[in-house]
């Protein structure tokens, strides 16, 4: 009878996480082993942390400073080109606005249209003076403004609106005025005399506040009634332009073209994105930046891997050569200190993981405490637009995350892994 020819372990055998598991604790007599792996742990940490956490803080900013965008202006605006009347003036008012905004409702996409009258004017109150941008609008138009009626903050109720006006909490501070104060609203285009045109002064009860959550519109954003601000701005009878709200905002370039053959041959029609694609695209490019320099952040971290490797082969020379005398193949010892550094690159990337995610999910507090030991002031609202750090936690980064961390560590590993695989045994045991 022939001998059966005995079989080899399977790869990741338990005998292989055992040996990599005894040289992975540590010893007295390999303390830079040690402090390498621990060094190479914390920095895998703390690479992988920083890199969910500004994933996070980025994915939270776009999509508050695109809610604020869409939650409180027009997803598309249709206006008129300019013409000149028969007076000889140019001008670009709507006169048919009724129908205008008739035909465009019509379309399946358009969720609301509205048409608004816009000025701005000097606004004053308690002695002091800000610049405003006033909308004029209906009240059941100004119901289905999300970040108007929803606001994150208000004061009084939006039956408020039609009596009194309804103000941006930024301009309410800036003017010192409350529900019920009245303000006056200063316009140089007012009441044509004989002798010129006069300043229209008129006053105004504040009837509703709202904060929106963006700076620069909660300081300049004021809604008055539609018919009043016609009189007002000496647009008796006609609208300035035509706000339209769509189904999918992310989409709106597609809609143009539709909007553009109901609306008239001289219509023109301005997206959100056209508004502040710049801004977009910018943050765009800022964020592929920021992910190549922390991917390069996770990549040095991981390089400590290779180092801790490396001093744990030429401390291990030894142990490598008995092993290979008494029958362990390359293949096992190769595995063997691929689980030194790779487990090493996988409880780091857990515990960032676990630190990024919490980083998320109580920014708000963490904020608070580094703006109380700081003196407060590190987030300008006029500044920054947005209130506070938004974070939002998604999925997908921290899956793209784990990906580049687990897979640098992979890689650099196998390096330092093969050389110990490729070791002679009898040069490791020459000398013992």
């Known amino acids: 009878m022939s001998r059966a020819t005995p079989r080899s372990p399977a790869p990741f055998a338990a005998f292989e996480w055992m040996i990599a598991w005894r040289y992975l604790r540590a010893k007295r007599a390999e303390g830079g082993?040690?402090?390498m792996t621990w060094i190479s742990l914390i920095g895998i940490t703390l690479a992988v942390f920083a890199l969910i956490a500004t994933l996070a803080v980025r994915s939270g900013f776009r999509e508050e400073f695109v809610d604020t965008i869409v939650g409180t202006n027009a997803h598309v605006t249709v206006y008129y080109q300019q013409q000149i009347n028969e007076f000889g003036q140019i001008e670009r008012s709507i006169?048919?606005?009724?129908?205008?905004?008739?035909?465009?409702?019509?379309?399946?996409?358009?969720?609301r249209a509205a048409p608004l009258v816009k000025g701005q004017v000097m606004a004053t109150a308690n002695g002091r003076n800000s610049g405003v941008e006033v909308f004029g609008i209906s009240a059941a138009d100004l119901s289905t403004i999300p970040r108007v009626a929803n606001p994150i903050d208000s004061q009084g109720d939006l039956s408020g609106f039609g009596p009194g006006l309804a103000i941006g909490s930024g301009v309410a501070r800036e003017l010192g005025v409350t529900i019920g104060d009245r303000i006056k609203l200063i316009s140089p285009d007012g009441v044509k005399t004989p002798f010129g045109t006069s300043p229209r002064v008129q006053a105004y009860e504040v009837g509703y506040v709202f904060t929106a959550g963006r700076h620069d519109i909660d300081?300049?954003?004021?809604y008055m009634p539609f018919a009043e601000a016609q009189s007002y701005f000496n647009r008796e009878g006609v609208a300035d332009e035509i706000e339209v709200m769509v189904a999918d905002p992310d989409t709106v370039d597609s809609y143009a073209l539709p909007l553009l053959e109901v609306a008239g041959e001289r219509a023109l029609v301005w997206t959100w994105r056209d508004a502040s694609g710049a801004f977009l695209r910018a943050l765009e490019i800022e964020d592929n930046v920021m992910f190549v320099i922390l991917a390069i952040l996770v990549l040095i971290a991981a390089m400590n891997i290779v180092s801790g490797l490396i001093m744990l082969v030429k401390n291990k020379g030894r142990d490598i050569g008995i092993l290979r005398t008494m029958g362990l193949s390359e293949g096992s010892v190769l595995r063997i200190f691929f689980i030194c550094g790779a487990f090493t690159g996988l409880i780091g990337t857990f515990l960032g993981v676990i630190l990024g995610s919490l980083f998320a999910i109580y920014i708000d507090p963490i904020f608070a405490v580094v703006n109380y030991l700081s003196g407060g002031g590190v987030w300008d609202p006029s500044i920054r637009g947005l209130y506070a750090v938004p974070a939002k936690l998604e999925l997908g980064d921290v899956l793209s995350a784990v990906t580049l961390s687990l897979g640098l560590s992979f890689i650099v590993t196998i390096f330092p892994a093969r050389r110990a695989a490729r070791l002679n045994p009898v040069e490791a045991l020459r000398y013992e």
């Open 219 to 222: 300081r300049t954003r004021v």
């Open 95 to 111: 006169e048919d606005f009724d129908a205008l905004r008739a035909r465009i409702s019509a379309l399946d996409f358009v969720t």
């Open 33 to 35: 082993v040690s402090t």
